[in-house]
């Protein structure tokens, strides 16, 4: 079981708005660590698409946002697309016994 | 354009040893800042961290690996390895090298992943 609670799935319309949710807590999250998010298309290595919590890489489509407040975060993909179904893992750091990197359990997204 | 490739058995064997490689092309294994990682995904499951290694060799590890796991710098191949020891068909999975950028705790670039199974 993951650290960091993702929704297993999601599902939207092409063109609708679709929120994917990160929660954690007082040790990671919520003790100020940023939050990283990836899509993992099938059979290919994950992406990164958002860094430090609302940053987007070069390349990666401004559909993407991300957010983070209190011990949660959030990706939200605007202008849904078929390309966009894939796997996305949020991922940040854990400080309760010694700091380490942790992901999501990940959240699939269709697009119907 | 800095690329990552695993390489190594597909398939090990209970409590044998599994043996990685990832070779980094495009730039300097040893350049500074650059933190060399291992993380795997599970079949079904999500993504778990494994470790790292600096450009100068230094090792950080996942507290739950940390018994069985050594990750090594070849500078002379800009190649970085996973070892890790007494598998068990819970270590199934697709084990992916990534670059962790300055350390800030983002992978900006991946290897393609490789199939291993414990069988």
């Known amino acids: 079981q993951s650290v960091l609670t993702q929704p297993p799935s999601v599902s939207g319309a092409p063109g609708q708005r679709v929120t994917i949710s990160c929660t954690g807590s007082s040790s990671n999250i919520g003790a100020g660590y940023d939050v990283h998010w990836y899509q993992r298309l099938p059979g290919k290595a994950p992406k990164l698409i958002i860094y430090g919590n609302t940053n987007r890489p070069s390349g990666v489509p401004e559909r993407f946002s991300g957010s983070k407040s209190g011990n949660s975060a959030s990706l939200a993909i605007t202008g849904l697309q078929a390309e966009d179904e894939a796997d996305y893992y949020c991922?940040?750091?854990?400080?309760?016994?010694?700091?380490?990197?942790?992901f999501g359990g990940g959240t699939k997204l269709t697009v119907l | 354009q800095v690329q990552l490739q695993e390489s190594g058995p597909g398939l090990v064997k209970p409590s044998q040893t599994l043996s990685l490689t990832c070779t980094v092309s495009?730039?300097?294994?040893?350049?500074?800042?650059?933190?060399w990682t291992w993380i795997r995904h599970h079949p079904g499951k999500g993504l778990e961290w494994i470790g790292y290694?600096?450009?100068?060799?230094?090792?950080?590890?996942n507290p739950s690996l940390e018994s069985r796991i050594i990750i090594s710098l070849d500078t002379s191949k800009n190649q970085f390895s996973l070892k890790l020891n007494s598998v068990t068909a819970a270590d199934t999975a697709v084990y992916y090298c990534a670059r962790d950028d300055f350390g800030s705790g983002k992978f900006d670039y991946w290897g393609q992943g490789t199939l291993v199974a414990v069988s």
């Open positions: 991922q940040s750091y854990e400080s309760r016994l010694s700091v380490y990197v942790i």
């Open positions: 495009g730039g300097s294994i040893s350049s500074d800042g650059n933190y």
């Open positions: 290694i600096s450009y100068s060799g230094s090792t950080y590890y």
